[in-house]
């Protein structure tokens, strides 16, 4: 038996923890919604598997019909510049098999979504990681960057700020190969990179249902990209990613924007009310225009906290990197969550 030389030497991703009783934590850890999705998705679900089962029997439609088009009308695009996806973990996957091959080189801000490393590990591609400034600009891009493909995540996770659109802009203008924008967090923020994809010839969006829509569950993602690159996807992805649950649960949360909006806002003024209480603690917390947190306590011991909270069964995310090592990425949970771990954390110290 004879692996490929990089998947024997790689490690491998390790998902934010899922504790077994989950009833019994605050869970914090892994940027899920608190709130439940649209009441029209659990409609449409059971209307699915009706009474026996019977549709069930059927592929789904493999090419996400119903899904592209009403997410094609919320974005103000064709259809033909859509995909969705099996989670947006699908997408990342498949950009880098579309535009990188084998040997050559993708690139991703440092700090930001690690998975992009264990992506491009699995491929046999190599990686460049650009650090940040102070002012939260990348620190060390070079006027033209020739690698294959650049993943600008924004909003950053787990830093929480997002790029401007006219920096995003020049970022795509100095790039030699595709600009992927992951907007994982993007419903969250005060603006977002869609409308760069029509103005930018080698800019791509990619969006989850995970965070804003309270899907994560469900593995929904989609892109938006000129028709050739959603062409390309569509050949390299599974010809079945997405069960029709899945199919059913996307259309409908997509066609509920009401439902979203009042999530978002429920999320927005939780997260503004707990960054004021939680930098009159003494922490220090950089805006976010996410459904998380990064904050840093006063003595900058993130790990001391980690632990007091997990002791209290409240589960948040600390990372080990050391640019990352003296804060906490903390998930917006309901008002009540949030006040919970504000006492918890008044009481730690
Ligand atoms: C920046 C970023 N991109 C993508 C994803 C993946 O999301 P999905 O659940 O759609 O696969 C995550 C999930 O945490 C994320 O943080």
Redesign the pocket.
């Known amino acids: 038996m004879s692996l490929r030389k990089n998947i024997a030497e790689m490690a491998g991703y390790i998902p ?1 923890f899922q504790p077994e009783n989950e009833d019994a934590w605050i869970k914090l850890n ?2 899920e919604n608190p709130y439940p999705p649209s009441p029209d998705v659990a409609k449409a679900i059971l209307a699915e598997v009706g009474t026996d089962g019977a549709n069930l029997r059927k592929y789904p439609d493999s090419g996400s019909r119903e899904a592209r088009t009403i997410a094609a009308k919320l974005y103000g695009v064709d259809p033909s510049w859509v995909i969705m ?6 997408l ?1 996957n498949n950009l880098i098999r579309a535009f990188v091959a084998e040997g050559e080189e993708l690139a991703f801000v440092h700090p ?2 690690s ?1 992009y490393a264990t992506l491009a590990a699995i491929q046999g591609v190599r990686v460049v990681r650009f650090g940040l400034d102070d002012d939260y600009r990348l620190a060390d891009f070079p006027q033209r960057y020739t690698g294959k493909l650049f993943f600008l ?1 924004s909003p950053n ?1 787990p830093l929480g700020f997002r790029f401007t659109n006219d920096y995003i802009r020049q970022i795509a203008g100095r790039c030699d190969g595709v600009l992927v924008v ?1 907007e ?2 993007a419903d969250f923020a005060d603006a977002n990179a869609m409308d760069l994809v029509a103005q930018c010839e080698n800019l791509i969006v ?6 804003s829509y309270s899907l ?1 569950g469900m ?3 989609l892109a938006i990209a000129r028709p050739e690159v959603v062409a390309a996807l569509d050949k390299i992805r599974d010809h079945y990613h997405l069960d029709r649950l899945a199919l059913v649960a996307a259309a409908a949360a997509l066609s509920d924007q009401a439902w979203l909006s009042e999530n978002l806002r429920k999320i927005r003024k939780t997260r503004e009310w707990f960054s004021t209480e939680i930098r009159r603690i003494g922490y220090r917390v950089i805006p976010s225009q996410a459904n998380f947190i990064f904050a840093t306590p006063p003595d900058l011991d993130a790990e001391r906290i980690y632990n007091a909270l997990f002791e209290r069964q409240i589960l948040v995310r600390y990372f080990t990197d050391p640019l990352l090592k003296h804060g906490l990425r903390i998930s917006i949970g309901t008002r009540e969550e949030m006040e919970q771990t504000l006492a918890a954390l008044a009481e730690i110290g």
Not at 85 to 90: P, R, T, V, Y
Not at 206 to 211: D, I, Q, Y
């Open positions: 934010g892994t940027n996806a099996n989670g947006s973990d699908e990342l930001s979504y998975y995540t996770a992951d994982a967090y990619t969006r989850t249902l995970s965070k994560a593995r929904l993602g």
